[in-house]
């Protein structure tokens, strides 16, 4: 089931995914439960998700070297 949640402004950062059942089940964790934000008054569906997983490139580098001897032995 999708449950779609349309609200304005502030409303749209309350918790709703904390909504009880009166069984006292959350109702995001119910399985075969979708919940999803929609800014009220647009009417755009949104985009789907990408394919695969995300990539990502990180460069590590090392601080300068400074210009002392080191006590490495070759």
Same mark, same amino acid.
Do not use: C, F, N
């Given at each position: ?7 304005? @402004? ?12 009166? @069984? ?46 080191? @006590?490495?032995?070759?």
């Amino acid at each position: 089931m999708d449950v779609v949640i349309r609200a304005h @402004d502030a409303a749209l950062g309350l918790p709703y995914e904390l909504w009880r059942l009166r @069984d006292r089940r959350l109702l995001a964790t119910v399985p075969g439960v979708r919940m999803r934000r929609m800014i009220a008054g647009i009417e755009r569906e949104a985009v789907e998700p990408l394919a695969g997983p995300l990539k990502i490139l990180v460069a590590v580098g090392a601080p300068e070297e400074t210009h002392e001897q080191s @006590d490495v032995r070759h």
